[in-house]
């Protein structure tokens, strides 16, 4: 069993947002390693004595939604294990709300070497996932009042899928697929290869009969194509909010859900919401969201 270098609450905490402490290490682990791989914090044991204690804050510089909270808590207690230095790590704020500039999020106290050298891995993961979370939100937002939810897709940062779908969730968006083999999507080159829609879905259920399989359509005869064939959910791949609905008034009699996809931006979501679609497929989740800006500030 991996031994976690952090209390147990913090553990109970992970587990209970659906992430894995176990990966949480590794992920934690790989970020501070990418600083530390080179050498020691030269500039912080320059300029700060080995015995310096204090306190310092995470603190939002701008408006958004958190996401990582208890990750960031992970990296400094991490480090804090890594040198046999006891940290205490104070979650004001926790995952899911909405921020401004100002607000505290993290309040840690120890060895002042120790919380200046985990600033920026602590940081970077802090500020991605709150990032995606933040976007997740905005688009959760304009949905507002509709039955349509945003879901993410598999366009994420290497290494950080695990997290950045979390952050989607802590937006108040739904995860789309985790991999490739949780659920599959018959795309355009698979129905090339197979022939057609009917062909290449029956392929997939035969193969895999428990997974969930979505189609890619691009036309209104793809989507009577794929109902007949028995999907249980069609992706409406760059059709505009029209064919949308038209698409929908095939689907829904036939008790199959429907996701709109491709190059979709918050000033469509109104329209795109209102042709009855079930999801909105945003790839700039976790591709393009960009980082929530927090900063650490040493208390005088």
């Known amino acids: 069993m991996t031994t976690l ?17 176990a990966h949480v290490l590794d992920v934690v682990t790989r970020t501070l390693d990418e600083d530390l791989g080179w050498g020691p914090d030269v500039t912080t044991e320059a300029t700060l004595p080995p015995g310096a204690v204090g306190t310092a804050d995470v603190v939002a510089r701008r408006p958004g939604c958190l996401a990582g909270v208890p990750v960031a808590a992970a990296v400094v207690h991490a480090l804090g294990a890594r040198r046999a230095e006891p940290v205490d790590v104070a979650i004001v704020a926790g995952d899911g709300v909405r921020v401004r500039p100002g607000d505290i999020v ?32 905005a688009w959760a937002d304009a949905l507002a ?3 349509t939810r945003v879901r993410d897709t598999r366009k994420t940062v290497p290494g950080l899928r695990v997290l950045q779908k979390y952050a989607v969730r802590c937006g108040g968006g739904v995860n789309h697929r985790m991999g490739l083999g ?22 997939v259920a035969d193969r895999a009969p428990g ?23 069609i992706l409406l791949d760059n059709m ?15 008790g199959v859900r429907t996701e709109a996809s491709g ?20 790839g700039a ?6 980082v929530l800006d927090l900063g650490l500030d040493l208390r005088s």
């Open 145 to 147: 009042g509709s039955a």
């Open 106 to 137: 993290l309040a840690v106290s120890g060895p002042l070497r120790t919380l200046l050298t985990a600033e920026r891995s602590m940081l970077n993961l802090l500020g991605q996932l709150s990032g995606v979370a933040t976007a997740t939100a």
């Open 240 to 254: 505009t909010p029209d064919r949308m609905r038209e698409a929908v008034a095939l689907a829904r009699p036939a």
């Open 182 to 203: 949780d659920a599959a999507l018959i795309k355009d080159n698979h129905v090339a290869a197979a022939g057609s829609v009917r062909a290449a879905y029956a392929a």
């Open 211 to 233: 997974v969930p399989v979505e189609v890619e359509c691009d036309t209104l005869d793809q989507v009577a194509e794929a109902i007949a064939a028995g999907a249980g959910l």
């Open 5 to 21: 270098p952090w209390p147990a609450p913090l553990t109970a905490t992970l587990a209970s947002a659906g992430l894995d402490p």
């Open 285 to 290: 989740l976790t591709h393009s969201a960009p």
């Open 263 to 282: 190059g979709l931006t918050l000033a469509d979501a109104p329209a795109v919401a209102a042709t009855g679609v079930d999801y909105v497929s945003v």
